[in-house]
Every structure is written in structure tokens, then in C-alpha cells.
């Protein structure tokens, strides 16, 4: 399984963006895609899962409410909608893939098999 991340950039606060995550193969059928988050000087940490099949979404709480993570399974793609941001999402966005997670595995990165290469999300105040 390989990912391609894309999506990041600039945006004011109150803004919105769409992060995507490509994945090659097979990665929806029976994994687990998370997005997490790494801020300079931070541990990297969940924002937010899905997994097809078993019909869930799971998200943080600095995410719920503001956040949106789907799948478009025909393009092999998850999306990470992103609205009312602040700088506090500044950071480095990561998509990874992990074997059909159970929902208390999905937090850890560790749970996670494949990465994508990250992409710069920068809030401005």
C-alpha cells in the first residue's frame, strides 16, 4: 500500500481546507485510514479514522464538530474536511493505513502500517 497526502497550504483562521490521501492498491478493503497531526516540538496525534468495513468514523475531540473524514472508494481515496480552523491546527498532516482496526487501536500511529509523506497545514491569526 502506498499513500500520497496532498492538500495542505495556507489558510486564515475560520477557513477551511480538504486534505486527500491516495492510496494505491487495496488499502480500502479491510484497513483502517487515519489522519494525524504532528505540530513542531509535538508528539504526532490522531485527528481522525475510518474504516469501510466496518461502517465507522471515529475522531478526536479537538476535531468533532469541525472535522469530516470520508471515502470515495471508486478513486481508492479518504478526504479529511477541515472547517472553522485555527492556528492550533497548525501542523504537519499525515495519512496512514493499519489492518482493519478495532476502535481502540485506531488512536496509536503505532497501529498503523503505511504512511504518507505529510502535508503542511498553516492557520494564520
Known amino acids: 500500500v502506498q499513500l500520497q497526502a496532498s492538500g495542505g497550504g ?19 478493503s479491510g484497513y483502517t485510514m487515519g489522519w494525524f497531526r504532528q505540530a ?3 508528539e504526532r496525534e490522531f485527528v481522525a479514522s475510518f474504516t469501510k468495513s466496518r461502517g465507522r468514523t471515529l ?13 470515495d472508494t471508486a478513486k481508492n481515496t ?7 480552523l485555527t492556528s492550533e491546527d497548525t501542523a504537519v498532516y499525515y495519512c496512514a493505513a493499519g489492518r482493519n482496526l478495532i476502535s ?13 509523506q505529510g502535508t503542511q497545514v498553516t492557520v494564520s491569526s
Open 10 to 28: 495556507l489558510v486564515q483562521a475560520g477557513g477551511s481546507l480538504r486534505l486527500s490521501c491516495a492510496a494505491s492498491g487495496r488499502a480500502f
Open 40 to 42: 513542531p516540538g509535538k
Open 59 to 71: 475522531y478526536a475531540d479537538s476535531a468533532k464538530g469541525r472535522f469530516t473524514i470520508f471515502g
Open 78 to 84: 479518504v478526504y479529511l474536511q477541515m472547517n472553522s
Open 104 to 116: 481502540s487501536s485506531v488512536y496509536s500511529p503505532l497501529q498503523y502500517t503505511y504512511w504518507g
